[in-house]
T-cell receptor, first 111, second 114 residues
Framework: LAKTTQPISMDSYEGQEVNITCSHNNIATNDYITWYQQFPSQGPRFIIQGYKTKVTNEVASLFIPADRKSSTLSLPRVSLSDTAVYYCLVGGSGSARQLTFGSGTQLTVLP | SQTIHQWPATLVQPVGSPLSLECTVEGTSNPNLYWYRQAAGRGLQLLFYSVGIGQISSEVPQNLSASRPQDRQFILSSKKLLLSDSGFYLC?????????????FGPGTRLTVL
């Protein structure tokens, strides 16, 4: 199973772009990369998912290099409400099983 | 639209007492269902998942058990709670598909074992 490694915490200021990188050296061929956001006392919320290159939605962008051994979640122009824990997950298609979320990255946006 | 419910929202139980947490999903059929636990300041730990009625897979050996008596109902139980069972319990569902689909989480149950 692919294990992920993320920074424990990051600080940023309002209006800045934030990039959170996740390492997944043992990613398998059929694994997708998914990012979730979690606020205190709430369940995680899906942000974005990708397989390779770049994926963008209304919330974030996900950059995946050709070797897929890492990925970077990019949050444009963060606000105070983006303060949360961000989790990177790697999982295979066709499987109901989910990997452990891990400790994630605590992003704190400062005014 | 799909919704997921969990109850109770909070629970305080003495050590050695039984536990029953319930999760129901509306608006979808044959979902994959999951139970997670999150200790304070930690990530989510997958406890059980189910791909269908009566089909339960356990990820972590412990004094907890899960059951799926109906398609959209998932129950987490314990006969005797331990102090270490305290935490934030989350139920989630996903669509059964060939693709790696996102999971949708419920509001959670905050369990305190004293």
């Amino acid at each position: 199973l692919a294990k992920t490694t993320q920074p424990i915490s990051m600080d940023s200021y309002e209006g800045q772009e934030v990039n959170i990188t996740c390492s997944h050296n043992n990613i398998a061929t059929n694994d997708y990369i998914t990012w979730y956001q979690q606020f205190p006392s709430q369940g995680p919320r899906f942000i974005i998912q990708g397989y390779k290159t770049k994926v963008t939605n209304e919330v974030a962008s996900l950059f995946i290099p050709a070797d897929r051994k890492s990925s970077t979640l990019s949050l444009p122009r963060v606000s105070l409400s983006d303060t949360a824990v961000y989790y990177c997950l790697v999982g295979g298609s066709g499987s109901a099983r989910q990997l452990t979320f891990g400790s994630g990255t605590q992003l704190t946006v400062l005014p | 639209s799909q919704t997921i419910h969990q109850w109770p929202a909070t629970l305080v139980q003495p050590v050695g007492s039984p536990l029953s947490l319930e999760c129901t999903v509306e608006g979808t059929s044959n979902p994959n269902l999951y139970w997670y636990r999150q200790a304070a300041g930690r990530g989510l730990q997958l406890l059980f998942y189910s791909v269908g009625i009566g089909q339960i897979s356990s990820e972590v050996p412990q004094n907890l058990s899960a059951s799926r008596p109906q398609d959209r109902q998932f129950i987490l139980s314990s006969k005797k709670l331990l102090l270490s069972d305290s935490g934030f319990y989350l139920c989630a569902w996903s669509v059964t598909s060939v693709l790696y689909n996102e999971q949708f989480f419920g509001p959670g149950t905050r369990l305190t074992v004293l």
